[in-house]
């Protein structure tokens, strides 16, 4: 259970730094009551964490070679991309902040400030519900097929389900009050690029200690 939850706590807490989901409570807080958005933002990635982690778990109907290898293949993949992703980022933007350099911009960025100002466009009422509800529903659908979601997913498959909810929900809890209470200030500090190469080092390291275990 330990190693379960350190896994959660560590792969979203570094794969949600500079994220879709990341600017999305970032933009949310810079517009309304930071409590509300925080709230809505949680209660969404904690529904699909749990979401999550039961879809990976609905995967042990499959032979455990498979769950096993395949969590393998998919930590090995998820690294050489990061990697790859820091790699190809331009010299000039290489170690910029997540907030620092419009053109520098990632896609995620980009991403989230549309869903923002579209959301913001439709919304009529800005009261407590309206507010909790926006940033709930962009935070679900920005979260949905992610690269975090598939984790959480691999790893509901193959370690506790128990310690992988509450260590990736507290990982959400953290990057999430970061987003919404740091906002610009602690967004600025941090250099997307040793983001990108930290979580890739994770995923390998991961997928050498699920190899190293017996399936």
């Known amino acids: 259970m330990l190693e379960a939850f350190t896994a959660g706590l560590l792969f979203i807490t570094i794969g949600e730094l500079g994220d879709k989901t990341f600017f999305i409570s970032m933009c949310l807080a810079m517009r309304h009551s930071r409590r509300f958005v925080f709230l809505g933002s949680m209660l969404a990635l904690a529904t699909m964490t749990i979401l999550s982690v039961l879809l990976g778990q609905a995967a042990n109907v499959l032979p ?11 930590f090995t993949v998820f690294g050489f991309k990061m990697l790859y992703d820091a790699s190809k980022m331009k010299p000039e933007c290489q170690d910029k902040s997540l907030l620092d350099n419009s053109e520098c911009a ?3 960025e980009k991403e989230a400030i549309e869903a923002v100002f579209q959301a913001e466009a439709n919304l ?4 407590r ?4 509800l926006e940033a709930f529903t962009l935070t679900f659908i920005a979260e949905w097929g992610d690269r975090t979601q598939i984790t959480t997913m691999a790893l509901g498959a193959s370690k506790n389900l128990i310690g992988v909810t509450l260590g990736a929900i507290l990982g959400h809890a953290i990057c999430c009050a970061i987003a919404v209470f740091g906002g610009r200030l602690i967004a600025s500090r941090i250099s997307e690029r040793t983001v990108t190469i930290v979580g890739g080092l994770l995923f390998f ?4 200690v699920t190899w190293v275990q017996p399936a």
């Open 129 to 132: 519900l309206a507010i909790m």
């Open 124 to 127: 009529k009422k800005k009261t």
């Open 205 to 208: 390291v991961f997928a050498i």
């Open 106 to 108: 990632s896609e995620a």
């Open 64 to 74: 455990q070679n498979w769950v096993h290898y395949g969590t393998i293949v998919l």
